[in-house]
């Protein structure tokens, strides 16, 4: 009876054994394929976001104090350098364009959407500020926000900036499509034109010139939210206190 028993326990605990080694032998797959999906997922490395800062070349159109629109539109990218480096965002300038010829400036302006290409930018971003024709010069303000119709994240991006810009009459700020422009038909990532404001109406001019910091914030935060919302990257706080102002 004895021998009966054992024989039976050691029976048992085989099988148990038996059983256990093939649940292990089931799992193990599953375990090694998670181990192997993670590590190659800590392989691959987030390209760098990278925005392209195109401001006004037109030197010619003068405001209230002798400065013009080139000036102050390179002004607003100089200041948005600064911001989008505080939230990790690095940034490629367009270089002055002061010495070309306004015949010229299409052929300029495709070179920039090709040196944005050529630097894997994710943004593009042309800085502008407006001017209604001559026979109505002075008679209409507002900001106007051009995007491309081909690329829906440049749509996205948009409507991000229109929220949060800070133009003084939000009424005024608008969406505006025209795919013909060379900023709009030329790069190959999202790209927006930006009309912050009209420098041929008084108190427009009078807005840019006394705010190009804010606006440089204002636009910066738009693109580290754009970041956050299409990247799920968190928008980083502003360190630097000499860029701690209200932009919003």
């Known amino acids: 009876m004895l021998k009966r028993m054992i024989s039976l326990l050691l029976t048992a605990g085989m099988l148990f054994c038996m059983g256990s080694a093939q649940a292990f032998a089931a799992e193990a797959p599953q375990t090694v394929g998670s181990e192997a999906f993670m590590k190659s997922r800590t392989r691959v490395e987030q390209p760098a976001f990278r925005v392209y800062l195109s401001p006004s070349p037109q030197y010619y159109n003068l ?14 990218a100089n200041w948005m350098a600064q911001y989008l480096h505080e ?21 300029m302006l ?24 001559e026979a109505l010069s002075g008679q209409y303000n507002g900001c106007f926000i051009y995007y491309q119709t081909n690329l829906p994240m440049s749509g996205l991006w948009a ?16 969406l505006a499509n025209n795919q013909t422009l060379t900023e709009m038909a030329y790069p190959e990532m999202p790209a927006l034109l930006v009309q912050t404001a009209f420098h041929d109406y008084p108190r427009d001019a009078d807005w ?10 204002n636009l910066s935060y738009s693109i580290a939210q754009y970041r956050k919302e299409y990247y ?8 630097n206190p000499n860029l701690a102002i209200p932009f919003l």
């Not at 409507?159 to 608008?174: A, C, H, L, M």
């Not at 799920?232 to 360190?239: A, F, H, K, L, W």
Request: hydrophobic share 35%.
């Open 232 to 239: 799920g990257v968190p928008i980083q706080e502003i360190t």
């Open 159 to 174: 409507q991000i900036v229109k929220d949060n810009f800070i133009y003084p009459e939000k009424d005024k700020i608008k």
């Open 63 to 76: 405001y209230p104090d002798g400065k013009t629109e080139e000036d102050y539109m390179r002004q607003i």
């Open 110 to 133: 495709q070179a920039r959407a090709e040196q944005a290409a050529q630097n894997n930018c994710t943004l593009y971003l042309s800085i502008h500020s407006n001017a209604a024709p």
């Open 87 to 107: 939230y990790g965002i690095e940034t490629i300038i367009a270089p002055s364009s002061a010495q070309v010829p306004a015949s010229e400036w299409g052929t």
């Open 208 to 217: 840019i010139m006394h705010n190009t910091q804010r606006i440089a914030a």
